[in-house]
């Protein structure tokens, strides 16, 4: 049962991270609209539930809740892409098929990753499969620690070093790979 | 320590989540290894790269007001509503932690800090964004309405909550929604449609029933009336 001092504590929990909150949807939705509407639903989840919130780790526990609400609203609207179940083992058997892209020596990457403008650095990002992008979006975007990540995700943490290292491998080769063609013109 | 071993490490060295022991294993291993170091280097790179390419956003203005106004006034209520939630609850449980929400705000003009729409009715915003159960829906409005004749409502529609509001839309066993929706607007319900949900489906403005108006953005529209006109929110 909620009661005023309830939604007081909700508040002060809860609000101050709206903005990591949208930030995290923009990037998990893909489009500003839906992650309003996530954010929205995200937060009326979290009302609903916030009797299972444990202690005052309040972040990553409403962060998850954004993170389900912005693939069930892209499922909702029939929106194809990395939102879609995603085969980790399938696309790890694609990678070591690609090996001979992402084993690349790493020092000419640095260099050209360095050249790489912003919105090409977007779009790759954009483009990996969601297992990869979310544990980069949270990492890099929303500072978020391993532990953290776990949390959001829902895998140990052995599962979110090691996806992100690949998915770290994975946007190098992927940026290196667009970069390229229009130096040399091709 | 191989290199091999190191690479494994090299993330969350990065990272700052290695142990000390760990830490101090590939701080040995870089001072003779070009090779990692050019690795580390890769990494670093594309780490500055992506914080220089995304900032993270901040929540835009309209979507904190909803977001507040989702929670003003909602303490817990004094007694039990008369509104029968039960079709839909029973109907579609996956929305049901929504209606509770709903439930919840429903319950404000119990509460002594609310006074809005009283002398003239309650008014009440329909929050609509699945396309399941629609009939049921209808159905609540309607015993709603049955229960409150002074009611006032509005129905935002967007996402697939839209759908039974396009021109020739049928339920599941297909019967057109036309008639259904006519009786509503006959007792004064009214239909919003979200633009942004047509634009995002890519659905022509003029497949909406004329029955319906459009509004920008359905999650603003349902803001401003909680805020600006004194709605209480309900989620179908």
Redesign the interface.
Known sequence: ????WE?ER??RLM?PH??????LA??LAK?D??A??A???A???A???FGSLRGDDARPWLLRIVRNACYE?RQ??HLPGPAEDFDEQRHDAEMLAAGAVITL???P??AV??R?E??L??QC?GALPRDYHEV?VL????GC??KEIADIVGTPIGTV?SR??RA?RL??GL?AERVRPRETGT | MKCTEVN?L???YI?G?LDLQNVLAVEAHLQECP?CN??I???Q??????????E?????L???E???A??AG???PRQATSLSLGVCLAAAPGIA??L??GW?ALAQPWNAQSNAGTAQGTRIVYHL??GNHVKANLRTLKNHLDAEPNLQVVVVA???GINFLLQGAKDTEGQPYIGALRELRARGVEFRVCT??LT??QIDTRAVVPEAVLVP?G?AEISRLQKREGYTYL?L
Request: hydrophobic share 45%; aromatic share 6%.
């Open positions: 049962m909620h009661d005023d939604r909700f508040e609000l709206l903005d990591a909150a949208y930030s923009r990037w489009n609209g839906l309003e509407d954010v929205q639903e937060y009326l989840r009302w609903r539930f609203l909702r609207e020596p790493v020092n990457e640095a990753i360095a790489a912003s919105d650095v977007r990002l980069l990492r890099e975007i929303e620690s391993y070093m992100l290292s770290r946007l190098q940026i | 494994r090299l993330n969350p990272d989540e090779r050019a690795a280097a890769g990494i790179t594309m780490r500055t790269a992506i914080s220089r390419a995304c993270p956003a901040k929540a835009p309209r979507l904190r909803a977001v507040q989702q929670f909602t303490a817990a932690a929504l509770i929400v919840l964004a699945g967007h996402s697939d942004n949900t995002r489906q953005s999650i989620r």
